[in-house]
């Protein structure tokens, strides 16, 4: 019958399947126990995360093996590794990877447009962002990884679905910025209830299996928050730099700080802070109304050390039937060339 000895070398050697690391590196295996007459093997097993797609496939791996060496049963538990592991593998385990992932955009300037929560315009300012360098001449791609509250297709007025050629993704093109973004692969509006993996997989499609082409500039419209969706982006791109959007308002320039304070953590470039909706200028009499109050946007640049290279009034775009894109501003717009000015200002910053 197989002693503790050898079961800990045999499941030691299988990896995490979040961490890519051996059970027998992150100290995963937490107990063994077992019963030589019923030949029974009982082991509890610390995993980076529980209750998850991937847990199946690695627990029927740990029984192959264990019967394979004589057990007759198997009994399996497990638990989630502590924050003290994580924090020490995190960042490192999928390094290798990230690298085979990113290699065909090699020459590529990634920007991760980032917010401490939602409501504060993040993804209107992608978009336009995006359209203004793409009307500057530049090559431009972007990717809404905004998982659960994906909206770029519909800002932009997109009615394309991307096609498959030769097993790549052709992402769809649309006032000169190629779109790939997850409301092209669910149903009806359907809400994502995916479990958190299973969407590190879909950004891993966006990057891995799209042909993206020859671009300058990759834009990544976050999602809101330091969450793990976020945090993984943030790994897989080890040269993004980051603009963080905020409104005027003291508590929204304060959350922000937190997804400034992760790009910084994760040795990120932050390029800027754009401060939206910083006022209303009334058609009538032509004054300024600061209706989210006033100093969140510069007030957070400071704290960040960077710069506020844009404030965007509230304001509505044009809306043409013809070409219509809801919340793209046209190049001759006010706020249009307020966006102008920031996409030169990126191009400053970026040296492209």
């Known amino acids: ?207 891995r299996d799209v042909e993206w082409g020859d671009l300058d500039y990759l834009f990544l419209d976050l999602p809101p928050g330091t969450g793990d969706i976020a945090l993984d982006i943030h790994q897989m791109l080890p040269a993004s730099k980051e603009i963080i959007v905020t409104t005027p308002h003291p508590t929204a320039a304060f959350v922000a700080a937190r997804a400034g304070a992760m790009a910084l953590q994760t040795d990120h470039e932050l390029i800027g802070v754009i401060e939206n909706m910083s006022w209303f200028e009334s058609e009538v009499t032509g004054e300024r109304e600061y209706v989210f109050g006033k100093g969140g946007g510069t007030r957070l640049a400071e704290e960040l050390r960077t710069d506020l290279i844009g404030q965007i009034p509230l304001g509505q775009p044009d809306w043409n039937e013809e070409d219509f894109a809801p919340s793209v501003y046209a190049e001759d717009h006010p706020i249009g060339m307020i966006y102008t000015e920031i996409a030169n200002r990126i191009l400053e910053k970026t040296n492209k």
């Open 1 to 207: 019958m197989i002693n503790e000895q050898e079961v800990r070398e045999l499941v030691g050697q299988l990896k995490d399947p979040f961490l890519h690391k051996s059970l027998a590196e992150t100290d995963g295996i937490s107990e063994v126990s077992i019963n030589v007459e019923k030949e029974h093997v009982s082991v509890k097993l610390a995993l980076a995360k529980v209750n998850t797609a991937e847990q199946l496939p690695f627990q029927m791996k740990v029984v192959d093996i264990l019967k394979e060496a004589g057990a007759k049963t198997v009994g399996i538990r497990f638990e989630e590794l502590s924050q003290e592991v994580l924090d020490k593998f995190r960042g490192t385990a999928t390094e290798s990877e990230a690298q085979d992932i990113l290699s065909p955009l090699s020459n590529v300037e990634f920007i991760s447009i980032a917010s401490g929560k939602g409501g504060v315009g993040k993804s209107t300012v992608s978009v336009n962002i995006a359209v203004a360098l793409a009307r500057l001449g530049k090559k431009v791609g972007l990717i809404d990884a905004d998982i659960y509250g994906f909206s770029v297709p519909d800002m932009m007025g997109v009615t394309e679905m991307p096609i498959v050629r030769d097993n790549r993704i052709i992402p769809v093109e649309r006032l000169g910025v190629k779109v790939i973004s997850m409301g092209f692969f669910v149903e009806d509006n359907a809400p994502v209830v995916w479990r958190g993996p299973m969407l590190g997989k879909a950004l891993d499609q966006f990057f």
